[in-house]
């Protein structure tokens, strides 16, 4: 059953459940004051005709004529029946031979009622009973008169008290007619405007589930449903950025892994082509030393390119405990070996370096640097040279990397960290380059919780910042 | 006339192997390592046969397919992926064969046989000495007068021709002329061998290389 239904139907069956008890009591409770108006009216109106005929007893005693007797029972009756003057009042007196002395009644009486006769003296009893279609209440008393019994009835017709009764419900099942249906009509619209935002709730959900994910629930209200899709909105926007990420991760992987097997391969069809032609082929002196050139060139290539990956992965798996080391000493440790690289490239190394210490892991620190300045150093020609800063700014600890070097174009930027990236490939080529020395410096970076940034300027030189921020520990 | 063929790979050293490998099967080659250039050199020169890498710099192999392939030129693709996607493009964008790197370089030359045939851009006759051989006849004659081979001595001679200057494995000749079901005894070639050099008095062409097998020499 759906939500908008189960409050519909609820609410309806305690309205209507309600309503209909509520008229009910009142109904009944107006019925019973009438009726026992109307009682208590015939039963004073019996007292008083009791009391007329106590006041004449005297009198007729003094005449003892049963005729008389009965005449003047007779004229009291009419006195009053006359006096009350309504329609449906009657009256009937009987003696104690059962022989009526006045009965102005249009209708049979009631055998049944011959039980309330055995009223006694000075006792009224009343009763209901239906004859015919109407409904009529019978009042008796004893009234002794010179030893005989008279039997006063008064009588009165209370049909209209009924019909009064049954009108009631008729009215009322009118009113629950037009209540329930106008409260029916406001329930639909109240339940459907209520389950509206769970019913778009859900339809984002199912939206969201066929995969897009960049869809939002309206959180439009402030009520426990609006809360619902504001967290719900929460929980999609984590989602879609942990899927982002997946899906990023997952590009990232493939471009790695295709990149991967392009430089595996070139080199491999190298060396392989020409062991093979070396092999098989009716070769002259000249071509042999050209075969073994490649092949020795390539194999060196796909060594460098192992070592390299070797690194990227071990930087992967492995967690690296940091020390509190001095940035100058480690430095000071690899210059000698930085200083030998850039002589045979006849370029010269400038060195600016602030003691600080700085939380490091010493190996990573020294493969950063080498890379960089190995970088610099492909980059630069004959005669320039290269500058190391090392220098606090602020809260952070700054390493800068420059070079006088052709510079890197702009359209390369924002690649060049990318696995496998080259911006010159013939060039990485010649010099062994994987494409892996920058992304192995990225990672070793963030592991100090350091940022890198490229300033380039074409035919000027580039310059790798690399910005450690305090309380640098690995993310 | 030798065949001229285009080379566009953007690696130096694949391309010099690719060169050598042709080069001893007597092919011209032209080397070129982009695109751009690759284009420049299609509207220059004729070639007969294109080899060429997918992923070359400023205009890679699928856009340059596209545009020389009114020319009508045959092209065999060479691709570090294998990626089944390549495939189907490149063979949809008209290429006739394509070869995954790392190749090899026989595997190579029998795709370019097989493609230059299928464009009949073959040679009607091929001759080594007194020996001259009509591939679509299946005829061989010495000095003018017809030789009778065996089918598989014809077939054999055919291999040696296309694969001149390489030596092939005994291995490689029985895939390439009894075919990869056929279970015989290597020594099959050497017979086969045995018989080509005496009836077509091959003995100085058809060497015997040592721990690999025969090599035609021209």
């Known amino acids: 059953m759906k939500f908008w239904l189960k409050i519909f139907t609820f609410s309806i069956i305690i309205f209507i459940l309600v309503f209909n008890a509520t008229s009910f009591i009142v109904i009944q409770r107006n019925h019973g004051k009438l009726l026992n108006r109307e009682i208590d009216n015939a039963l004073s109106q019996n007292k008083n005709i009791h009391s007329s005929v106590d006041a004449i007893v005297p009198i007729v005693l003094i005449y003892d004529s049963d005729e008389y007797e009965e005449k003047v029972l007779a004229n009291i009756a009419k006195g009053f029946v006359g006096k009350v003057g309504d329609q449906g009042v009657y009256m009937t007196i009987t003696n104690d031979k059962g022989k009526a002395v006045y009965n102005n009644t249009d209708f049979e009486m009631p055998i049944d009622l011959n039980e309330s006769e055995q009223v006694k003296e000075d006792e009224i009893k009343y009763i209901l009973r239906d004859v015919d279609k109407r409904t009529i209440l019978f009042t008796s008393n004893l009234v002794k008169i010179n030893q005989k019994n008279y039997t006063f009835t008064y009588i009165k017709d209370i049909t209209s008290v009924y019909k009064e009764h049954a009108d009631q419900y008729m009215f009322y099942l009118k009113v629950n007619i037009i209540a329930c249906s106008t409260y029916m009509l406001l329930m639909f619209v109240v339940s459907k405007r209520l389950t509206i935002p769970i019913y778009r709730l859900n339809r984002t959900a199912k939206f969201i589930a066929a995969g897009a994910f960049a869809e939002r629930a309206e959180s439009g209200s402030k009520d426990e449903i609006g809360v619902l899709a504001s967290n719900f909105n929460v929980m999609a926007s984590v989602v879609e950025d942990k899927i982002k990420d997946l899906e990023r991760l997952n590009r990232e992987k493939q471009l790695f892994i295709d990149n991967f097997t392009h430089e595996l391969k070139t080199p491999l069809t190298s060396i392989i082509g020409y062991a093979n032609i070396l092999r098989t082929g009716k070769i002259n002196s000249s071509q042999l030393l050209e075969g073994l050139n490649v092949i020795l060139s390539e194999g060196k290539r796909l060594e460098s390119l192992s070592f390299k990956l070797m690194d990227l992965i071990q930087l992967e798996r492995s967690e690296f405990p940091l020390k509190e080391l001095d940035f100058c000493d480690i430095l000071a440790e690899i210059m000698p070996a930085l200083e030998m690289k850039a002589r045979e490239q006849q370029l010269t190394i400038n060195l600016h370096c602030e003691n600080a210490c700085l939380r490091l892991e010493k190996d990573l620190i020294k493969a950063l640097i080498f890379n960089f300045v190995d970088n610099s150093i492909k980059a630069s020609s004959k005669n320039q040279s290269i500058t190391i800063r090392a220098a606090r700014q602020g809260q952070n600890y700054v390493l800068e990397i420059e070079d006088e070097g052709g510079g890197i174009e702009s359209e390369h930027l924002d690649r060049i960290f990318e696995p496998f990236y080259m911006t010159d490939k013939a060039r990485s080529r010649r010099n062994n380059g994987a494409g892996l020395g920058l992304s192995i410096c990225q990672r070793i970076a963030s592991l100090h919780n350091a940022d890198i940034n490229v300033r380039s300027e074409l035919d000027r030189g580039t310059t790798f910042i690399v910005t450690f921020k305090p309380g640098g520990t690995s993310p | ?212 097998g025969y090599r035609l020499e021209v």
Do not use: C
């Open chain 2, 1 to 212: 006339m030798d065949k001229k063929i285009l080379i566009v790979e953007d690696d130096p050293n694949i391309s010099n192997i690719i060169k050598m490998n042709l080069t001893l099967v007597h092919y011209q080659t032209v080397q070129v390592y982009d695109g751009l250039a690759a284009l420049e050199g299609i509207e220059r020169e004729k070639f007969d046969l294109i080899i060429l890498d997918v992923m070359i710099p400023k205009l890679d192999g699928f856009s340059l397919m596209e545009q020389i392939r009114p020319k009508n030129i045959p092209v065999i693709f060479l691709t570090a992926k294998s990626a089944v996607f390549d495939k189907v493009n490149g063979l949809k964008l008209g290429a006739d064969d394509y070869m995954v790197k790392p190749f090899d370089g026989i595997e190579l030359l029998a795709r370019i046989e097989t493609v230059l045939r299928r464009y009949g851009k073959d040679e009607s006759e091929i001759s080594i000495d007194d020996v001259r051989v009509f591939p679509d006849k299946r005829l061989t004659t010495l000095k003018g007068e017809p030789v009778e081979l065996t089918p598989k001595e014809f077939d054999l001679l055919v291999v040696l021709i296309v694969n001149k200057n390489i030596a092939l494995s005994r291995e490689q000749f029985l895939d390439k002329v009894w075919g990869i079901d056929y279970y015989g005894d290597t020594r099959t070639v050497d017979v086969h061998i045995k018989s080509l050099r005496k009836k077509l008095r091959l003995q100085d062409r058809i060497k015997t290389i040592f721990k690999i």
